[in-house]
């Protein structure tokens, strides 16, 4: 039997990843297949040709991370601004004055964190996240690691016969879930959250790739199947979009950050620190309704 990692001819996706070198950064990739290491930029004062190449870096690597930053919220937010307008969130906590600026918080009181499970970001809304940039100041002294999926990988290593059936297909995103999740910040529900159906494969804006983009956070079923067929379909392809093969793995320390792209990555946060405390913040961009 053929393993996702492998076929008859070698492995299943064969990823050649652009070396051409950087001028103005440095980029240390954490695997071929997804996320690069960015130095040599001190995120407060970018020339034109280092945005150039971090665009260029987050095109070609889908999650791009930085050490040792040192942002005022404004500045996270400056940058922020430089890929699009900001995200507000439609449930999660904001710093004062900041609605643009999530809080990012966990610690021994808690009942939950952020993003355990795989996800991206806010797909529930009708036009979800380009991007998402968050900032920890925070670490627990182990743990607290993001790890981050290429959902181009996992589209392309599904058989033709497969493709062929998920075409045109579109799938509900609900953002439900969310009533009752930040309580323990003081949060009162809304009437009601996003829901939006988007296609099971989008193409991506920028690349033209094209990138799997049903989540077991948000995805509640695939449009006109019976709904057995839709529950058995998301579970083979969450099962397959798990595969390691995909994934990066995020060791955080404090004054890093990480810019992913929500159109073609999945993330997972993992919580396993109790009773220690990870915080920081995100600022999300702005995206456009998927195609
Ligand atoms: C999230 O934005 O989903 C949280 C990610 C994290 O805390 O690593």
């Not at 071929?32 to 970018?46: N, Y």
């Not at 990138?211 to 529950?231: H, Q």
Request: with cysteine; glycine share 8%.
């Amino acid at each position: 039997m053929q393993s996702s990692l492998r076929s008859f001819s070698g492995p299943r996706i064969k990823y050649a990843p652009d070396d051409s070198p950087y001028e103005s950064i440095t980029l240390d990739k954490l695997t071929p297949i997804i996320g690069g290491e960015i130095g040599g930029v001190d995120l407060r004062e970018t020339s034109n040709r280092q945005m150039d190449e971090i665009h260029r870096a987050l095109a070609e690597n889908l999650v791009i991370f930085f050490r040792d930053q040192h942002l005022t919220p404004e500045q996270h937010l400056d940058f922020g601004r430089k890929f699009g307008d900001l995200h507000i969130h439609p449930a999660a906590p904001s710093e004062p004055d900041h609605p643009e600026l999530m809080i990012i918080h966990a610690d021994k009181d808690s009942f939950r964190a952020n993003g355990e499970g795989w996800h991206s970001d806010v797909s529930c809304d009708s036009e979800p996240p380009m991007g998402s940039i968050l900032y920890i100041r925070k670490c627990p002294p182990r743990g607290g690691d993001t790890l981050f999926a290429n959902m181009y990988a996992a589209y392309e290593a599904l058989s033709d016969r497969l493709k062929e059936y998920l075409e045109g297909l579109t799938a509900r995103h609900d953002g439900e879930h969310y009533r009752g999740q930040y309580k323990n910040f003081g949060i009162q529900d809304k009437e009601s959250y996003p829901s939006a159906d988007h296609p099971v494969v989008r193409t991506h804006p920028v690349t033209g790739r094209k990138a799997l983009y049903v989540n077991k956070g948000f995805t509640r079923y695939i449009n006109g199947l019976p709904r057995d067929e839709s529950d058995g379909m998301l579970r083979y392809l969450y099962e397959h979009m798990a595969n390691p093969l995909f994934q990066c793995r995020f060791r955080w320390q404090e004054n890093s950050i990480a810019f992913w792209d929500n159109r073609c990555v999945q993330h997972h946060a993992m919580w396993d620190y109790w009773p220690h405390t990870r915080s920081g913040n995100r600022v999300t961009v702005k995206g456009t309704r998927p195609v």
